[in-house]
């Protein structure tokens, strides 16, 4: 079975501009989260979906956005980009019943950055 | 505010010895995950913990979870160079992730 996918796997971006970022989860995963990790930390929780309603937000700004479609795929948005929001964004799935309940399972991430 | 605690960052050990990394954290919960990350690479989910007690083991890598302590302990046993990662703890509160700052662990020849 596919994993989560992610895409694109890198991206250059300049301060100023718009990016879209996307992942699908695993065959049957109803949910998804968004990871902010910045080099040498930690990632970060930027957004929780499930059944295409945001369950969850971290502390990040207004400019972050994201959406879950009713394949349950989806997509995060930052806008104005600025230097700090260069980051590994992960992409998590997790099921809502079954033998995986417990389990978020991660992308490959998508590397952002901005110059 | 959850705050996720691990210690120590980094880690030089030698091959064959053991060690411990601590994942202290500041709120209950029940639901606590390791994952491994290795340089460029996503997080590779090692150990879910989802009870006081709990005690998992794989490889050389055994992780326990004392809920009233609110300690997680990822335990290395004669360590191997293939382990060299960093190593995440992250704790689940209504299934948004919270995680540690990680442990840079690198196993000497």
């Known amino acids: 079975d596919a994993g989560v996918t992610q895409s694109p796997t890198h991206l250059i971006k300049t301060r100023g501009q718009q990016v879209t970022l996307r992942c699908s989860p695993i065959?049957?995963?109803?949910?998804v989260s968004w990871y902010q990790q910045v080099l040498g930390q930690g990632p970060q929780f930027i957004f929780q979906y499930y059944e295409k309603e945001e369950r969850g937000r971290g502390n990040f700004p207004d400019r972050f956005s994201a959406r879950q479609f009713p394949n349950y795929s989806s997509e995060l948005n930052v806008n104005a980009l600025l230097l700090g929001d260069s980051a590994l964004y992960l992409c998590?799935?997790?099921?809502?019943?079954?033998?995986?309940?417990?389990?978020?399972?991660f992308g490959p991430g998508t590397r952002l950055t901005v110059l | 505010e959850l705050k996720v605690e691990q210690n120590p960052l980094f880690l030089s050990m030698q091959e064959g010895k053991n060690y411990t990394i601590y994942c202290n954290y500041s709120?209950?919960?029940?639901?606590l995950y390791w994952y491994r990350q290795d340089p460029g690479k996503s997080l590779e989910s090692l150990f879910v913990?989802?009870?006081?007690?709990a005690v998992k083991q794989e490889g050389r890598l055994m992780a326990s979870l004392d809920t009233k302590a609110r300690l997680s302990t990822l335990h290395i046993t004669a360590a191997v160079h293939d382990l060299s990662a960093t190593y995440f703890c992250?704790?689940?509160?209504?299934?948004?992730?919270?995680f540690g700052s990680g442990t840079q662990l690198t196993v000497l020849p």
């Open positions: 992250a704790v689940d509160i209504s299934r948004q992730l919270t």
């Open positions: 709120t209950t919960s029940d639901r």
């Open positions: 065959s049957g995963h109803k949910s």
């Open positions: 998590a799935s997790r099921a809502v019943d079954g033998i995986d309940y417990n389990e978020q399972f």
């Open positions: 913990l989802l009870s006081n007690g």
